[in-house]
Each structure stands twice: as C-alpha cells, then as structure tokens.
C-alpha cells in the first residue's frame, strides 16, 4: 500500500534578509535620533534654565527652614539643662543681644537705609587689581590649577589636562544695598520677622546682606584626551578641548561674625553665604575630535553648566557657608610687625620691608664674603703643598741654625 507523500510547504527566504534590513534601519534611527537630540539639540534659553534652577533652589531653602523648624519644636519640649557655675573673680558682663547693639550702635533695621558701599568697591577692585598683578608675574596661579585639576583622582580614561587660557578679566564687582539685619544660631532671619520678640534674638547674631552685581569675561580653557583602554590600553584616542568663560554673576552675599564658644573651645570665624537668588551666566565652548571635529556640542554646554552649578550651591549657597577661622584679637609680642625695640616711634611698612631686604642682603653678602675666604684659603693650603713637594731634601725640615747634608759634599 503506498503512502502518500506530503508536499512541504517552501520557506521563506526573505525572513531572515528582513529581520537583518530591520535590525540595521532601527539601529540607524536610534543612532540619528541620539545625533539629533543629544548632540545637535538645541539647549532651552538661558532665563527658563534660570528660572528652573532658582526654584529648586528656593524649594530646597524652604525644605531645610521647614525642618529647622521642626527640629526647634521638638527640642523646646526637653527639659533644660543646667548651667555651670562661673568664676566670681572675673566681673562678668550685662548678657549682650543684638538689640543691645543696635541701639549702642544707633542702627536701626526697620528704618536705617541701605548703604552704597562706594568705598569698599575701591577697596576690593585695589586688591583684586593687585592679585591680577601678581598673577600675571608669576606663573603660581597657573601651577596651582594645573596640580588641582591633575590631582591623585584623575580616571584611567582621562589623560593629562593642560591650560591653554586664562583671563581673569579686566571689570571688579560691584557691592550695593547693604542692610544689617538680626538672626537666629541657624541663620534664619529673626526680630520684626516673628513679630519682634526679644527671645529670639538672645542667642542670635547680626548679618550684613548686600548686593553683587559683577559683568566680566573670565575665561579657563583647558585641552585633554579621552582613552579607550579596551579591549587593548589606547585602542582610541578622543581630543578634547573646553573653554568656560563666566559672563555675569549678580546675587546677594550674606556676611556674619560668629563669636567663639568658651564652653566648647570653638574659634571665632567669619561666615559667608550667598542666598538662593543668585544668577550665574556661563559661555561654554567645546571642540570634540582631531579631523572631523565637533563644535560648540549643546548637550556638553548643559552638563558642564549643570556640574559648575551644583559644585558651587554644596559649596556656598544657603544654608551651606563657608568660614574663616579669624585669630585672637587681643595683642601678641608674636603678630608684631615694622619696628625695632630701640626704636620710641613705630616704623611704616615700607621701612620695615626695607630693613629686612637690607638684612638679607648682608646676610648675602657675608656669605659669599665667607665663600671667597674659603676659596683662598685652599689656594694656599694647595700652594704649600706643592712648595713641599718640591724641596730636595723629601720634604724634612732641619734644625734652626744646622745646614743641609748635601752641603758638604
């Protein structure tokens, strides 16, 4: 009995030929979209990227007040704690407040006006003229940011990072608007904000707030390579180049002095800040590549403008600050500077730099006098020695008054 045979059905042969053409045509629209988005996308103008960062940054300060807070509601609900008994020998003071100040000072915040600062502007733009000076004589500033941005952090895929530029602009800030107001140990503003009661301000402290304004070109150029270490150490090699210029900056610095805390042993600083309010324009200029080179990429603009911003708010933006440890304000024989102790009339500055310069350049003097005292006295140790070795008799002296051996023959 024969069996009939079942015709198989043909495969199709263009199956495997459309999966390859999809699978290529979808990785070349994910590469063109990446092109087109990440790289060539055009970045948002600057006041909406502005405005973005200045409301997480208030939304951030708001948080932090909010729990500052709580933590205040939570504490007053402990018990006090008992304070040590203080020496009697030492008169101690009427308890001081900021309201103590203001009045002894005759300052009043709710209608004293705010102050131009005409005379602190000269003073900053005589020093930031003579820190440019110094700068441009010496080469420390470039060798300092070189070591820091070459640091013991660097990645395996980071070669060495050179300055090609650096300005540090011609313009000086402008400070305005400065207005002293009373705040809390947390830096919250205290006083007519609550109401005016005097309890807040026993344990607060003054702030001076004023305005910055500063419209400059300060540039930082630096150049690098990028290295693909794999499969094989420098497989590729990518050429980098960036320019970060700071176009404007206006904002409002916080000022406060925080005395030192006997019971703690806490040293006296000087605190700065800036509030959440400031304006920090940057222009950013990338070159990607060695042949066919990529200019000016928005995406890179973005992220290099986005790291400034956030190492720059972890650092000195509310309620982050930075101190300065100050030294003791009581006279030391140690701190004294420019005049003699014979002297009944204290010398200038100048003069006592000169003097100094004159005692280094005797101490110069004196050693190379020295030096050449040395050198002499070896030419003559040599000059002797060669004297001695010349002497017929093998260099042995004879007795006072007795003639040579040779002279009887």
């Known amino acids: 009995m024969a069996t009939a045979e079942v015709p198989l059905k043909p495969e199709s042969s263009l199956s495997f030929t459309q999966g390859l053409l999809l699978g290529q045509l979808s990785i070349v629209i994910l590469i063109g979209a990446f092109i087109k988005f990440f790289i060539f996308g055009e970045a948002p103008s600057a006041d909406v990227t502005a405005a973005l960062r200045a409301t997480e940054r208030r939304s951030r300060t708001l948080a932090h007040k909010r729990s500052l807070l709580t933590l205040r ?25 900021t309201a103590t100040i203001l009045s002894k000072t005759y300052y009043n915040v709710n209608s004293h006006q705010p102050e131009s600062l005409d005379w602190f502007n000269v003073l900053i733009a005589q020093t930031i003229a003579q820190f440019r000076s110094d700068a441009q004589y010496d080469d420390a500033i ?21 300055v090609t530029e650096l300005s540090l602009g011609e313009d000086f800030p402008i400070f305005s608007n400065c207005r002293v107001i009373p705040v809390d140990e947390d830096g919250l503003a205290s006083g007519t904000g609550r109401g005016g009661d005097g309890g807040s301000r026993e344990q607060g402290r003054l702030q001076a707030r004023m305005d910055v304004d500063l419209s400059d070109f300060i540039t930082l150029a630096v150049e690098t ?18 320019a970060v210029s700071v176009v404007r900056f206006s904002g409002t610095l916080s000022v406060s002095f925080i005395p030192s805390s006997p019971p703690h042993s806490s040293p006296t600083v000087l605190a ?30 973005q992220l290099v403008e986005a790291r400034l911003h956030t190492w720059f708010d972890e650092r000195c933006v509310e309620p982050r600050f930075q101190q300065i440890e100050l030294p003791s ?78 002279s009887f023959e």
């Open 225 to 242: 390579k990028l290295l693909l270490n794999y499969p094989k150490p420098l497989s590729a090699i990518l050429p980098v180049a960036l």
């Open 142 to 162: 470039l060798t300092s940011l070189t070591k820091a941005m070459n640091g013991t952090s660097r990645p395996d895929f980071l070669d060495e990072i050179k």
């Open 329 to 406: 304000l009581w006279p030391r024989k140690k701190n004294t500077r420019g005049g003699e102790e014979a002297t009944s009339e204290p010398a200038s500055i100048g003069r006592a730099m000169g003097k100094e310069i004159e005692r280094d350049l005797r101490e110069e003097a004196r050693r190379e006098v020295e030096a050449e005292a040395r050198a002499r006295a070896d030419i003559e140790d040599t000059e002797q020695e060669d004297l001695r070795q010349r002497r017929p008799w093998g260099g042995e002296y004879a007795m006072p008054g007795s003639m040579p051996m040779n």
């Open 73 to 97: 509601t939570s504490n007053s609900r402990q018990p006090p704690q008992l304070n040590k008994k203080r020496s009697s020998v030492l008169r101690n003071p009427p308890p001081l407040t």
């Open 272 to 301: 700065f800040s800036f509030l959440d309010d400031y304006r920090l324009d940057l222009s950013i200029r990338s070159l990607v590549g060695s042949r066919s080179r990529l200019q000016d990429v928005p995406k890179i603009a």
